[in-house]
């Protein structure tokens, strides 16, 4: 996802902190990852569910993005659960 400015909502900035994820992992993912699931409909703007794994573990990121001012809103990111996810973390169970 190509992105000029990133905003993190309050949410995102407290399950970061919980769970011990970095804005450099965030930007790398939002930046290098892969988009698994997007929702076209959502509103103000689309979001994105990004799959990318840094430093050997798999990171989620839900994205939502404004291409008109190519700014990338974090709503939440976190490490997914083997138990509910399968083919490498892109598919739930």
């Known amino acids: 996802m190509n992105f000029e400015n990133l905003i ?3 949410h995102a900035i407290r399950q970061m902190f919980f769970r011990r994820i970095g804005d450099r ?4 993912a939002i930046a290098y ?8 409909e959502n509103t103000p703007f ?3 569910l990004v799959l ?7 990171l989620h990121v839900v994205v939502s993005y404004d291409e ?7 709503v ?3 490490i ?13 169970r």
């Open 25 to 28: 992992e965030i930007r790398q």
């Open 8 to 10: 993190f909502s309050s």
């Open 52 to 58: 990318d794994f840094i430093d050997g573990r798999a």
């Open 76 to 78: 939440t990111a976190y």
């Open 33 to 40: 990852g892969e988009i698994i699931e997007e929702n076209l």
């Open 80 to 92: 997914p659960d083997r138990e509910l996810w399968t083919d490498n973390f892109r598919k739930r």
């Open 68 to 74: 008109s001012t190519r700014t990338a809103y974090v």
């Open 46 to 48: 689309p979001s994105y």
